[in-house]
């Protein structure tokens, strides 16, 4: 029987390449969106013509009753899940002093409640199968970025909170989470900004969804780790 990948947030950007990375290595997908319902259809359609099952399920992560919607959907469907794949999230580049109380809360539900919410739908079906969560953090996560202010806080909260949960549901369900740098540029990125932003790089060049991928991969296969963080950033969090 194949396993069975959840990826939230798997209609746009990384996640999309997550999801077809692994339909790739042999999975079949849950294809979670919220609002990207084409470019989800568009990702289930090239899972299939990958020769794998796909489910596509529309959900806020942070909304519980889609949450639950959500995990019925794949016990319905697939009755199982090998891995769970934490990839939606909130970006917003607002400066601190600039943020009010509901975009504070909005970025906190998507980026922190809703990979918990998940995990907790999902973790018997997890344990079941042994398997594994993959929780998409950020680089900004690991420093104190001021133009990405909540978003920043959000995602350092993220990987303790996969320390947490890898306790939590050990020793049947493994628990790591990944950092990604510039693997894939922001939307409105200027090619000087980009420039730049691999000049800030150790290894002076930019990453690629691939990277996650290969990440999100290994880790789903490595046995002994659990409650660990990569930081896939070409060295950016090293400093100059």
Request: glycine share 8%; hydrophobic share 45%.
């Amino acid at each position: 029987m194949p396993s069975v990948a959840l990826v939230t947030g798997a209609a746009v950007r990384v996640g999309r390449a997550i999801a077809l990375g692994l339909a790739d290595a042999g999975y079949d997908i849950v294809v979670n969106y919220h609002f990207s319902e084409g470019p989800a259809r568009e990702v289930a359609d090239l899972v299939e013509a990958r020769g794998r099952d796909a489910l596509i399920v529309q959900g806020d992560v942070s909304n519980p009753d889609d949450v639950t919607h959500l995990g019925e959907a794949v016990r319905s469907r697939f009755g199982r899940l090998d891995l769970l794949v934490n990839s939606a999230s909130s970006f917003h580049s607002t400066s601190l002093l600039d943020i009010d109380s509901d975009e504070w809360d909005r970025v906190m539900e998507v980026n922190l409640k809703g990979p918990h919410l998940v995990v907790r739908e999902c973790a018997d079906l997890l344990r079941t199968a042994r398997g594994a969560v993959v929780n998409i953090a950020d680089h900004m996560g690991l420093e104190p970025w001021v133009r990405y202010a909540h978003h920043s806080v959000s995602k350092a909260a993220l990987v303790h909170l996969t320390r947490i949960q890898a306790k939590a549901l050990a020793p049947e369900v493994r628990v790591n989470a990944i950092a990604p740098g510039l693997v894939l540029a922001p939307e409105g990125l200027s090619a000087e900004e980009l420039a730049s932003e691999v000049d800030l790089t150790a290894l002076k060049v930019a990453g690629s969804p691939d990277d996650v991928i290969g990440t999100v991969l290994f880790l789903a296969s490595s046995a002994y780790i659990t409650g660990q963080l990569i930081v896939v950033d070409g060295g950016r969090t090293l400093g100059r």
